[in-house]
């Protein structure tokens, strides 16, 4: 849903229309994982594979909730963690947004030179280095 609302004194950027999250975003109420999780990992996705692209604006929690048939709090646990995490950001009363810089890249980058550097220390090539993260996986 594209909104003309002012943000800030001026119509909204194309990166601050409201997004579909409604058209595709979909939570089972059988399945093992609590609704709020389900909605957490697709945004998750929707921002990795660009989908939700950074600065985007989503819609507020009681519209979400009511295009989802879920419970507010539901939503309202769902933005909570996903802004706890960095992935969302919410400025007031303008809404809540896909956060600027997707903070497990800087994470997993933290974390891969800290694998590099101890595989280096102990003489381990990239190959082995690699074979270990794939057992990791399983």
């Given at each position: 849903?594209?909104?003309?609302?002012?943000?800030?004194?001026?119509?909204?950027?194309?990166?601050?229309?409201?997004?579909?999250?409604?058209?595709?975003?979909?939570?089972?109420?059988?399945?093992?994982?609590?609704?709020?999780?389900?909605?957490?990992?697709?945004?998750?996705?929707?921002?990795?594979?660009?989908?939700?692209?950074?600065?985007?604006?989503?819609?507020?929690?009681?519209?979400?909730?009511?295009?989802?048939?879920?419970?507010?709090n539901?939503?309202?646990?769902?933005?909570?963690?996903?802004?706890?995490?960095?992935?969302?950001?919410?400025?007031?009363?303008?809404?809540?947004?896909?956060?600027?810089?997707?903070?497990?890249?800087?994470?997993?980058?933290?974390?891969?030179?800290a694998?590099?550097?101890?595989?280096?220390?102990?003489?381990?090539?990239?190959?082995?280095?690699?074979?270990?993260?794939?057992?990791?996986?399983?």
């Open positions: 849903m594209t909104t003309g609302l002012p943000v800030r004194g001026g119509p909204l950027r194309d990166t601050e229309h409201v997004s579909e999250l409604g058209d595709w975003v979909r939570v089972d109420p059988r399945a093992a994982r609590p609704p709020f999780d389900q909605l957490r990992t697709q945004i998750i996705g929707g921002v990795r594979n660009g989908r939700l692209a950074a600065g985007a604006r989503l819609p507020t929690v009681r519209e979400l909730a009511a295009r989802l048939g879920l419970a507010v539901t939503v309202a646990r769902a933005y909570r963690e996903l802004e706890a995490a960095g992935i969302l950001e919410t400025r007031g009363r303008f809404g809540t947004f896909v956060a600027r810089r997707d903070p497990a890249d800087v994470s997993m980058a933290a974390a891969a030179r694998y590099v550097d101890t595989a280096r220390g102990l003489g381990i090539d990239r190959a082995e280095a690699l074979r270990y993260v794939k057992e990791a996986f399983g």
